[in-house]
């Protein structure tokens, strides 16, 4: 590993300009990040055509900078305005903004940089070591494994439901009824679309998300918007310190590997990752770790998660040339196009390529940490805007976000609709975490059982004859178990 990251050092040291283009890239994931409805697939996608001209070593630098810089920017408004700018952030709400609220801006910032960096060198570091040893036993997964995955994270419900558990698994029961519109996954047929021909690949989940998070948001800020005290006083910009540093750092190593894991299983991402680091993170809480109120682990995890993701799916693709979500495909096409091919083969052929590629992640994430250390301040004058002038800005960039995945306006009545419904929630007290992670892993959990099924000729076999399987249901039932004995106490 060392070796290797000397030589990817080597190369870039040999051309400096990479520097440039990884701090240009950084700059730009961050910004594209932190809007809602832009995502780094889209900033990747836009890119990749501009690289056609610029050399194999500094093209993908570029590209795995604006990679990383985007998964950590969406924590920035999910703990600034309470909307996630990426999916992959929708965790970091639940800690983030409630200490933003109190006055912490800049520790849940902090925070939120610190573990997103540490989740990408840990990555990395294990990129460069066992990427061939993880990728094989990813591959192992077939659809018993990613039904048993879905199960599991299906069961993180439970646990974000802290207030009010029958309106979390009402909310996420929703969340799979909206799962279920669009074409069947094996017979091809439409299902709930009521003719609607936008409505044969499922409803956007960008849309809907910015539609469940930013409108309402802005709605409720609106009550109150021609109000004389209408920001935030006595906001802090103070980092974390040594105490506050030790006391998440086990929580962002366990994170991390976490990530890193999820990320290696192609069709898994960093929102899946996020959510399931942060309830491990709620399960093995000590007394006193009040989640969901401002908890520092609760920032932390999530955080360090959804960027270990960057090179766990960078595993498969480099090992197997298989994408581990949509951001590594958009590279496995720059790779085809620069005429190299991801593989075992890779790594012989095109050694030098490889170890700039550790590197330039390596680097990456460092650029990240400084960057978003530096701009806390810059950040957090966000807060201080009038909300007279925030709150339009912010539901123009919504509407405009929703309008630029697929240029239909249809995706921005979908986002309104959803908009609506996301503040009637809040008045009830429905919480729309669990929408948003039912509607992530409800098709996978339908697609991959009904491929088990077809797989074992209609047999249940699956769920008790497959290690990986048998281990992950396992997990799965004692986190409900302990999340609900849990609970049972905290309301004694």
Not at 465 to 472: N, Q
């Amino acid at each position: 590993m060392l070796s290797n990251l000397i030589q990817g050092f080597g190369s870039i040291l040999h051309d400096p300009t990479i520097f440039l283009f990884m701090a240009i890239g950084v700059v730009a994931g961050i910004v594209i990040g932190a809007l809602p409805g832009l995502t780094s697939t889209m900033a990747m996608a836009v890119l990749l055509p501009l690289t056609f001209s610029v050399p194999s070593h500094l093209s993908f630098p570029l590209l795995l900078s604006v990679f990383s810089g985007a998964m950590y920017g969406g924590s920035i408004s999910a703990i600034l305005i309470n909307t996630p700018g990426t999916p992959s952030a929708a965790a970091t709400v639940f800690d983030g903004y409630p200490l933003a609220m109190k006055g912490h801006a800049g520790k849940a910032l902090a925070t939120s940089t610190i573990a997103s960096s540490m989740g990408g060198l840990i990555s990395v570091i294990l990129l460069s070591t066992i990427s061939p040893l993880l990728a094989k036993f990813a591959l192992r997964f077939a659809a018993p494994e990613y039904f048993a995955l879905a199960v599991f994270g299906l069961s993180i419900i439970a646990s974000i439901s802290t207030q009010n558990l029958i309106k979390g698994l009402l909310a996420g029961l929703f969340g799979l009824v909206i799962a279920t519109v669009g074409m069947d996954p094996i017979s091809a047929l439409p299902r709930f679309t009521f003719g609607r021909s936008e409505l044969l690949g499922g409803v956007a989940f960008i849309p809907l998300m910015v539609g469940l998070f930013a409108i309402p948001q802005c709605l409720v800020e609106m009550e109150s918007i021609f109000r004389t005290d209408e920001t935030l006083k006595n906001i802090k910009s103070e980092l974390l310190n040594w105490k506050e540093l030790l006391y998440i750092a086990p929580t962002i190593l366990k994170s991390s590997l976490i990530g890193a894991f999820i990320g290696a299983i192609p069709g898994a991402g960093g929102d899946i990752a996020a959510f399931t680091a942060y309830n491990e993170a709620k399960r093995s809480a000590k007394r006193g770790e009040k989640f969901g109120s401002g908890e520092l682990k609760g920032i932390a995890a999530p955080e360090s998660a959804n960027n270990a993701t960057t090179g766990g799916a960078m595993i498969p693709l480099l090992s197997l040339a298989v994408p581990g979500d949509s951001n590594t495909a958009v590279l496995l096409g720059g790779l085809i196009i620069k005429g190299l091919q991801p593989g075992p083969l890779l790594f012989t052929k095109q050694a030098g390529l490889v170890n700039t590629i550790f590197a330039s992640m390596f680097v990456a994430n460092i650029f990240m940490c400084i960057i978003g250390l530096l701009g806390i301040r810059l950040f957090i004058k966000a807060l201080n805007i009038p909300k007279k002038i925030i709150v339009p800005v912010v539901l123009t960039l919504s509407v405009v976000g929703s309008y630029s995945m697929n240029n239909s306006i249809f995706d921005v009545f979908v986002t309104i609709l959803f908009g609506i419904i996301g503040y009637s929630m809040q008045k009830v007290g429905i919480a729309a975490s669990p929408i948003v992670l039912a509607i992530i892993l409800g098709p996978m959990a339908e697609n991959n059982f009904r491929r088990a099924l077809i797989m074992y000729n209609g047999s249940l076999a699956f769920l008790y004859t497959r290690p990986i399987t048998i281990v992950l249901l396992a997990i799965t039932i004692f986190t409900l178990v302990s999340t609900l004995i849990k609970q049972h106490y905290a309301r004694r």
